[in-house]
Nanobody, 120 residues
Framework: QVQLVESGGGLVQAGGSLRLSCAAS????????LGWYRQAPGKQRELVAS???????NYVDSVKGRFTISRDNAKTTIYLQMNSLKPEDTAVYYC??????????????WGQGTQVTVSS
């Protein structure tokens, strides 16, 4: 199993910045990639940003140029630097791990979520 613990959410005014962190532990060698999803009230959960073990990053169009995903050298902690925040970024942000639990079998792990609220 993989455990994911997020931190760094909070309340910020529009135009401000926040940095989220997610620390992975457990069977970290099964991790293929890590990322951030978010879910706003009444909306589906969406991928915000992801990073593979090889370092390839991916962003949803609405955050490109404003958000940056990065990780530590051990590849067990990821960060989401969020700049120029907008009220529409308000959501619960979830850390996600895409893992290969055994050959050919993938499994998704989720953190508990952290609230990000952007006031106008």
């Amino acid at each position: 199993q993989v455990q994911l613990v997020e931190s760094g959410g909070g309340l910020v005014q529009a135009g401000g910045s926040l940095r989220l962190s997610c620390a992975a532990s457990g069977n970290i060698f099964s991790i293929l990639g890590l990322g951030w999803y978010r879910q706003a009230p009444g909306k589906q959960r969406e991928l915000v940003a992801s990073i593979t073990n090889g370092g390839t990053t991916n962003y949803v169009d609405s955050v490109k140029g404003r958000f940056t995903i990065s990780r530590d050298n051990a590849k067990t902690t990821i960060y989401l630097q969020m700049n120029s925040l907008k009220p529409e970024d308000t959501a619960v942000y979830y850390c996600h791990a895409n893992c290969e639990v055994r050959v050919g079998v993938r499994y998704n792990y989720w953190g508990q979520g952290t609230q990000v609220t952007v006031s106008s």
